[in-house]
């Protein structure tokens, strides 16, 4: 059995955030005589939220790890199916539910975070036979507390200091940790599958499942913004443009921004109408917003299915070939690429283009 010590160096040697629960699972598992250890954060899609489960793995060895990006919300449990998880969200305080009479198993709900979030509740959730002793809740908050450190550390490196929204490293790590082939995740299993490590700057490329897209989404005109109004107002339409991404997309779809105006979408679904239609609600959102002292700002977005030989940089090219078709037209539009190709609108690309990193 590791040491204490041992799972808090593996909780440390993380550069993924997504990586982070299955660690801290897997550490309370190996280190106490519990029953089961689940992760649960709170979702939301359209103002509904629901129950997403991270991780949950059981002392004899079963477990099931989730990427939050392949989940059908749909299916996913409304938060009051878990009342004690609300509970403990609400109050932020750890409970201990005995369903079984005082001497039986119980559950302990404590918040995943140290402090109350507008983002990314969560709870973790113990299963044991009878209640934990002073020794166990130590250990559980010695692991806990370094998990939330680590989990700030690499939130804070994951995004821009602008918006708050995830940045270009971050997209590259999660393009290739959970835009993986599906034959490696057959092969391994998933468990293994979210311990393996992408070195810093590798630019590979994998054989990808058919339901991802990228897309890429650039403010109209935003120059002429900051010259006519000045960079502080110029910041505060991203800040907006940034809460009218949140507000639009999906809880579990990854939003980036990429550098000045331009803003990056990632996300998971079988269709492509689906991903029209979000980012149509984008651009109509947009359009339809009254900007502080700007008053009218309009967008762009255009987004592409990534394939099986595509990098970060090929995906975005060609999204943003799909803006930049969407600008010469005026601005205020939205477009596939698979769409503008079938058109003869664009021909395929051959080269990669710059994007900016900030």
Not at 55 to 76: E, H, I, M, N, Q
Not at 297 to 309: E, K, N, P, Q, V
Request: hydrophobic share 40%; glycine share 8%; proline share 4%.
């Amino acid at each position: 059995m590791a040491s204490l010590i041992d799972h808090l160096i593996k909780l440390t040697d993380h550069r993924d955030r997504d990586r982070l629960e299955l660690t801290l699972s897997k550490a309370l598992i190996d280190l106490l005589p519990l029953q089961r250890v689940v992760i649960a954060r709170v979702v939301s899609e359209e103002g509904i939220e629901r129950w997403l489960q991270i991780a949950t793995l059981d002392a004899k060895g079963g477990g099931k790890v989730v990427d939050p990006l392949r989940v059908d919300f749909s299916t996913l449990p409304v938060l009051d199916e878990f009342r004690d998880r609300v509970r403990c969200v609400q109050t932020h305080s750890t409970i201990e539910v005995a369903w079984a009479g005082e001497e039986g198993p119980r559950i302990t709900y404590i918040p995943l975070f140290d402090k109350v979030r507008t983002e990314e509740d969560g709870v973790l959730e113990i299963h044991s036979a009878g209640s934990l002793s002073d020794e166990h809740v130590l250990i559980i908050q010695t692991v806990l507390r370094v998990f939330r450190n680590m989990f700030n550390l690499l939130a804070y490196s994951d995004r821009d200091g602008l918006t708050g929204l995830f940045n270009r490293k971050s997209l590259d790590d999660t393009f290739y940790s959970a835009v993986l082939e599906e034959l490696e995740e057959g092969a391994l299993g998933v468990l293994p599958r979210l311990e393996a490590k992408v070195q810093p700057g590798q630019e590979r490329r994998h054989r990808v499942p058919p339901n991802y897209w990228l897309g890429t989404v650039s403010v109209d005109d935003f120059g002429s913004i900051g010259d006519r109004f000045g960079h502080l107002i110029a910041e505060e339409v991203l800040l907006l443009v940034a809460r009218i991404l949140n507000n639009t997309f999906r809880t579990y779809d990854r939003i980036y921004r990429l550098g000045g105006e331009q803003f990056a979408v990632l996300m998971h679904c079988p269709e492509e109408g689906p991903v029209l239609a979000a980012f149509e609600r984008f651009r109509a959102n947009m359009d339809k917003f009254n900007f502080p002292q700007v008053g009218h700002a309009t967008a762009c977005g255009g987004f592409t299915r990534i394939t099986a030989d595509d990098s970060p940089s090929t995906s975005l090219e060609r999204a943003e070939r799909v803006v930049d078709h969407g600008r010469r037209l005026g601005g205020n539009k939205v477009f596939s690429y698979s769409d503008l190709l079938r058109q003869g609108a664009i021909v395929g690309a051959t080269h990669i283009g710059p994007v900016d990193i900030f």
